[in-house]
């Protein structure tokens, strides 16, 4: 095959929020954040994440991302572990007042997560009329 | 446990061996169970009940077209190529922390399987692998006769 290989990367655990009680490991996601002239985008791997498993929230300049995985596959006996599965979670701090909240749109598709956030239109400058009396 | 014995004639190459050996008996089954080999993409979980393994690999954001699959009695192969999706050319990136590449990753079974009947499918970016157990590799239930 052509491309290069692909380099093997430890899952990084999140471990600022504390202890989880079901006793998971919470994983910070790798992610891609771009931006272009209209919106930013932030692109994360979370695999073992449907759609009904994602939230984001925005709040006082913080993005959070959560994404909660299904519990894994009973009756199974494990013979070998190389990934541990548990929740994602990573957390960013944005200039809300630069992004359109209300057209932010998310697409969670094969464990992947594509968040975009528009950038406002900037504040047009003001036109003070000036009146005479 | 000794491992080294004194004896009138030592034969080192022999004392080595049997070290090894020891010592394989202690890591070796362990290092499989644990995955210890690590470092190449995917990862994989590997987990059986009565008639199945289970292979699983985190692959988010691939075509399952660009995955290739095969597998003998005894191995699995799986090879693929997760390619970035197309952004344009105005983008400026601020992360950029997700891999993307060609992989390619043999892994030996730990008992026979039956290479015609595995099924494989793909699910939030999990790929799962069903290998049914050869026949001669399946637990058999003895039944204990009373006099």
Same mark, same amino acid.
């Given at each position: 095959?052509?491309?290069? !290989?692909? *380099?093997?990367?430890?899952?990084? #655990?999140?471990?600022?929020? $504390?202890?989880?009680?079901? %006793?998971?490991?919470?994983? &910070? ?5 771009? !931006?272009? *002239?209209?919106?930013?985008?932030? #692109?994360?791997?979370?695999? $073992?994440?449907?759609?009904? %498993?994602?939230?984001?929230? &925005? ?36 200039a809300a007042e630069l992004i359109d909240l209300d057209k932010i749109t998310a697409k969670m598709a094969d464990g992947v997560l594509t968040l975009t956030l528009p950038k406002a239109e900037k504040a047009l400058p003001r036109r003070i009329e000036v009146t005479s009396e | 446990m000794a491992l080294l014995q004194w004896r009138e004639s030592i034969d080192p190459f022999r004392e ?132």
């Amino acid at each position: 095959m052509s491309a290069e !290989e692909i *380099k093997k990367t430890e899952k990084q #655990v999140e471990a600022t929020r $504390g202890e989880t009680t079901r %006793g998971m490991p919470s994983f &910070i996601p790798p992610v891609d954040v771009y !931006e272009d *002239k209209s919106s930013i985008t932030v #692109v994360a791997d979370m695999p $073992g994440v449907n759609k009904n %498993g994602v939230s984001i929230d &925005i709040k006082d300049d913080q993005l959070k991302i959560l994404g909660k995985v299904e519990a894994p596959a009973p009756h199974e006996t494990a013979l070998r572990r190389e990934y541990e599965t548990g929740n994602y979670y990573r957390q960013f701090t944005i200039a809300a007042e630069l992004i359109d909240l209300d057209k932010i749109t998310a697409k969670m598709a094969d464990g992947v997560l594509t968040l975009t956030l528009p950038k406002a239109e900037k504040a047009l400058p003001r036109r003070i009329e000036v009146t005479s009396e | 446990m000794a491992l080294l014995q004194w004896r009138e004639s030592i034969d080192p190459f022999r004392e080595l061996d049997s070290l090894r050996t020891a010592v394989d008996r202690v890591f070796g089954d362990y290092r499989w169970r644990t995955g210890m080999s690590r470092g190449i993409f995917p990862a994989l979980n590997i987990s059986e009940n009565k008639d199945n393994l289970y292979l699983r690999a985190e692959i988010p954001g691939i075509n399952p077209k660009d995955i290739d699959i095969t597998a003998t009695p005894d191995s699995i192969t799986i090879r693929g190529e997760r390619r970035p999706a197309g952004v344009g050319k105005e983008v400026n990136y601020h992360q950029r922390e997700r891999e993307f590449g060609s992989f390619n990753r043999i892994i030996g079974m730990p008992c026979q399987v039956n290479p015609d009947k595995i099924s494989a499918s793909y699910k939030d970016g999990i790929l799962t692998v069903v290998l049914p157990k050869a026949e001669q590799a399946k637990p058999k239930q003895i039944e204990i006769k009373t006099a």
